[in-house]
């Protein structure tokens, strides 16, 4: 690859916040052989769960200035962004106990012994919907077992994972642990990571279209490899739910990076005794959404990543609109802006084309159905995704017969939110596998070794 630079900006002003070169073949060269020798010096866990905790303090006191730096980049607002570095030192606070787990077998009796340790030099790709959680995330699993660590961030949020380098070599960190390639020659780079065979492990977030490709390429090399790629989340409000705690939860879900994350709610499906109720309550929620400077800490609502994205959530909507959609709220966009309007439509159907795709995006498709707990959950399985589903009823039967029959990684009954380091996070399907967090977040990243004692 030839030297070259790339811009990076703001979103919501334009402005250029810096001019950054592209990672060189010397650079990624050096980056994986300098993981390579670290990972032949031993480490204890308990070394590696110190470095994980002076990580955290490090970004805990700077929390305020890396999250006005994420708002920038990123177009979330600044409470959002402030909340993805809390939700990032929560893994560096779960990982840093799992840690210390290692410096003993997790299973000896007579005969057998069971350690487990590093995988290997782990590669990574991560996106910019949440440019420091997705790395630290990965990160803190890989370090926890032993594993340095060479990512590529998203070259539309690197100044970010710069930050976190930043921010280990104020822990104290060797050379080695962390490697950050910025670059907006992403095929390149990607390619050496899921060749080069001093990688044993291979970390990726973003797009199923790409996670696929990827996954190809790793497998030359049998790479350990873990994907957690696109959904399309179904939300289910059956004809007993509380209808107005299920509209704050659905706001409250897409209010997160303008509805830019995987586990967005990407179809609702209302029982039709209650959608009336739904739609006013949900109108009332989002209507009271604070719009305005990402920075300031008042707003609700942040911009898209970039204009680009912004007008594609709008061709959806006038393909829906097309379809028979009615919009409820919203759908007006403005000519060069990046900021795209929490939008609910109504009339939507299963088969139309913005239930068939993921949004990606702050839209409310709304589909009226009879509200049998069967024709709900074998609409919310009509789907290749697998990620995430979410259920609201009080009724303990339909919620045990949902959680059991729905098939998705992961499912909140009432509730939208659930994100948690201590729960393992990842999809079926399409979706991917591997799982980041909870109790086997170190499965990914370590290999199992039998010893038979003398």
Known sequence: ???????????????????????????????????????HQPTTGQERHDMLLALRERMADNS?????????????????ALAEVHYANGYLTWFSQLALTLDSPFESSEGIELWREPVGVVGAITPWNFPCAMIVRKLAAAIAAG??????????????????????????????????????????????????????????????????????????????????????APLLVMADADVEFAAQQCVLNKQRVSGQTCVAINR????????????????????????????????????????????????????????????????????????????????????DDLVCNEIFGPLYPIIKVSGDVD??????????????????????????????????GMIGLNSAIISNPEAPFGGIKQSGFGREGGNVGLDDFTSVKYIKPA
């Not at 710069?162 to 962390?178: H, K, M, N, S």
Request: aromatic fraction near 6%.
């Open 268 to 351: 609702i499906y209302v029982a039709a005794a209650v959608e009336a109720e739904f739609v006013a309550a949900l109108h009332a929620e989002v209507h009271r959404l604070r719009t305005g400077d990402p920075l300031d800490e008042t707003t609700e609502v942040g911009h898209m990543i970039h204009l680009d994205a912004a007008t594609k959530i709008h061709s959806m909507v006038e393909q829906a609109v097309a379809q028979g959609a009615d919009v409820v709220l919203g759908g007006v966009h403005s000519a060069g802006s990046a900021f795209y309007p929490h939008t609910i439509l109504r009339k939507v159907k299963h088969d």
């Open 64 to 80: 305020s200035t890396f999250a006005t730096l994420i708002s920038q980049e990123s177009g979330k607002t600044y409470n959002d």
């Open 147 to 232: 594993c340095p660590f060479v990512v590529k961030p998203s070259e539309l949020t690197p100044l970010s994972a710069l930050q976190v380098v930043e921010y280990t070599q104020l822990a104290g960190w060797d050379e080695g642990w962390l490697a950050v390639l910025v670059s907006d020659q992403s095929a390149a780079v990607g390619h050496v990571l899921t060749s080069d065979t001093r990688v044993a492990k291979f970390t990726f977030t973003g797009s199923t279209r790409v996670g696929k490709l990827l996954n190809v390429q790793c497998a030359a090399s049998l790479k350990r490899v873990s994907m957690e790629l696109g959904g399309n």
């Open 375 to 408: 024709e709900m959950i074998r609409l919310a399985n009509d789907t290749q995704a697998g990620l995430a589903a979410y259920v609201f009823s009080q009724n303990q039967d339909t919620l045990n017969q949902c959680k059991r029959r729905c098939n998705y």
């Open 1 to 39: 690859m030839r030297t070259t630079t790339f811009d990076v900006y703001n979103s919501a002003t334009h402005e250029l916040l810096a001019t950054l070169d592209n990672a060189t073949d010397a650079d990624i060269e050096a980056a994986i052989s300098a993981a390579s020798l670290r990972l």
